[in-house]
């Protein structure tokens, strides 16, 4: 008998402004997985991703089993660049599918943020909800009521290379004081459902600063933000996707002001934050 598992992972916004490399939130866009126990190796996809021994989930999987007798059907509706944590999504179908078929109980979190280089959208992805890591702990949370998101996501994409080679190796002191006050306001505003504080809390200077010119028109969305009645935005992971924060009353007329003003350039989507992370499921 075919064994067969169905594996779906959310996307991620990274850094949530002030917490670079720190903070990170899961969205609920999806990669779905379907891994079937074939007797032979392939992947079916319409996506535009490899599909050989390199694409990502394989790469995920054969962390720990060869994937020589399986097929792997991908679908997925997180954009494959832009800063909402496509790859760590990827990474993280083939580990937790191999890890389920197998029984291995492996470090998915240590495993996949080994693969992916990004540990704060790992720990979204396989957590849910708001997420602060800290080396190889997380710290999770779920999202105050009320608290809604939306995507500007532009057409053209930039390299996460490029974007993490525009930072500095060193910052000035006042910057790094400014984003400790910052991420403690923004995290301080999250538990206590005060969109106030929230609001205070999404100032950035240790990257968005200096990303902004690879991606002026998103800087530009960040930097006015509460023009279109937002709480404000943050760059959303390496960017170039902007993650706008709205609240239940606000987000539909935030939507329509945004849909205009980047209508030849990027997406607008509303997207909730997700609660549940990872999850598996035997067919």
Known sequence: MERRRLIKVPASSANLGPGFDAFAVALALFIELEVTETGSFAIETDLGITRDRSNLVVAGFERLHPADDFSFRISSEIPLSGGLGSSAA?????????????????????LAGELDG?????????????????????????????????????????????????????????DAVFNVAHGALLMLGLARGDFELISRGLDDRLHQTYRGPLYPRSDDLIARAEEFGALGATLSGAGPTVLVWTTLETTGGVVE??????????????????????DVSEL
């Open 118 to 174: 990004h540990p704060d959208n790992v720990a979204a992805a396989l957590n849910g909800g708001f997420v602060v890591t800290t080396g190889g702990e997380v710290t999770r949370f779920d999202p105050p009521d009320g608290l809604e998101a939306v995507l500007v996501v532009p057409h053209e994409a930039v390299a996460t290379r490029e974007a993490r080679a525009a930072l500095p190796d060193q910052v000035p002191l006042a």
């Open 90 to 110: 990827a990474y993280l179908a083939g580990l937790i599918a191999a890890d389920h078929l197998f029984e291995l109980d492996a470090d998915l979190l240590a």
């Open 257 to 278: 002001a945004l849909t205009a003003e980047v209508a030849d350039w990027a997406e607008v989507s509303r997207v909730r934050f997700e609660t549940d992370g990872a």
